[in-house]
């Protein structure tokens, strides 16, 4: 070790505030009950394989008790609840979350791969803030310009991946139940249990029985949710070939559907940018939750004249990027979610070198049980790479440049997608030209990655139907709003 490298000690955080059962059951009615499909797998944590705990894979007779129980909860007790009734509920969620946010921190954390860093300052505090926002927003719909009685669809099928498990059942749960719907969720397989945990807090808060229903399972239990006959709105975020399946199976069923998909985010740094600060937000944008993230800047475009600098700045700052433990403070990027992301992440940046890319990752040891990969940037990109167009969802970076603004805006909005963009300027002129150019849902101006409850999000294209959060996100769970 040389004497000018400052090294951190381990901070580990204990996980002794996390009490797992080895196996759990299905949250139905308000209560636990075990599958009827009898069948379990594990959750593992995939910084070290461990298995945390068994769960249920739920089948369609366990999907159907689920709708009637929530059906049956929306038709004798949610529907009838005065919506400042309800929003004590959804305020005594949130309380509960950051009462025990370290708790659920340390669990995401295990069950996900990513550093408690993030799920401390960022997945649970935002999570109970939505729960907040939309308490508020309970008995004030009215005056949501949604008419004099806006009314809820009914029960509601609500499907999330494992990049954010609890934030983004918080985006779904909460905005539901403000709304007045109630819910059958299904969380992702590689992450259930801050869902199973939230269940226990649903029981802590007194929510009536049925109201939030949870099922885990894998894509076939999510399949038999969709295809139930008595759901009344699909609420979805994931891959877009899965978004395009669910389209497809509510096609000619008359039920609305909001879809989260993939992207494919462009952060595009001109020439007159405050270079430092850029990478920082480059590294943010990038290699935050390990790149699964679907509106991370994962296309970085940069002008000519600022490609050599900026890139030693770039390198130099991922060589100082902390990978490996997810419980340690100090670590800026965990392990991969799971052996078969793992794989597509290879996979793809095994392509990004065949088709001439050149490849740098960040000189790091990891670990030898668990899944990682080490922070990495491809330069030389074209537009035909498939580095280019497709989705990662890894701490991998495609860099492309361009020579003016306007082919800026053509590389960037030249994908299927369109979730988010980063603009990077010291101009507001430029800034203000470039976010009408964009086709992108969210786009961000000298900073990236930023979230709240008030603000909506979601895409153009293949990045999804819909708003979350805001007032817009209201309208996906009223009758006939827009
Ligand atoms: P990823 O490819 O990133 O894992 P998916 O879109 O496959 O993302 O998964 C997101 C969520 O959708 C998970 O909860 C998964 O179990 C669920 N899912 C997968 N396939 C289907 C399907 N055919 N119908 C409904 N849900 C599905």
Known sequence: MSADIFEYAP??????????NSEYGLFINGK???????????????ATEEVLARVSQGNQADVDKAVKAARAAYNKVWSKTKPKERAKYLFRIARLLQERAREFAVLESLDNGKPIRETRDVD????????????????????????????????????????????????KVAPALATGNTVVLKPAETTPLTALLFAEICQQ?????????????????????????DIDKVAFTGSTEVGKL???????????????????????VFDDAPIDEAVEGIINGIFFNQGHVCCAGSRLLLQESIVDDFLTKLQSRMAKIRVGDPLDKNTDLGAINSA???????????????????VWSAPCSLPNKGFWYPPTIFTGVTQAHRIAREEIFGPVLSVLTFRTPQEAMEKANNTPYGLSAGIWTEKGSKILWAAQQLKAGVIWAN?????????????????GWGREGGRHGLAAYIKGAK
């Open 205 to 229: 808060a007194e929510l009536p029985a049925g109201v939030v229903n949870v099922v885990t399972g894998d894509g076939a239990t999510g399949a038999a949710l969709v295809n139930h006959g």
């Open 340 to 358: 078969a992301q793992l794989s597509k992440i290879k996979e793809l940046s095994e392509s990004g070198t065949k088709e001439g890319a050149n």
């Open 124 to 171: 649970v505090p935002l999570s109970a803030a939505h729960f907040f926002y939309h308490a508020g927003w309970a008995d004030k719909l009215e005056y949501a310009g949604y008419g004099d009685n806006p009314k809820p669809y009914g029960v509601v099928a609500q499907i999330i991946p494992w990049n954010f498990p609890l934030l983004m059942l918080a985006w």
């Open 447 to 463: 900073t990236f990655n930023k979230f709240d409850p008030a603000s909506p999000f979601g895409g153009y294209k293949e990045s």
């Open 246 to 268: 669910i389209a497809s199976s509510i096609a000619d069923r008359g039920i609305p559907a909001t879809l989260e998909l993939g992207g494919k985010g462009a952060n595009i």
């Open 32 to 46: 636990w009950v075990p599958p009827q499909s009898k069948k379990k797998f594990f959750s593992i944590n995939p």
């Open 11 to 20: 901070a580990p955080e204990s996980r002794a505030i996390v009490k797992l």
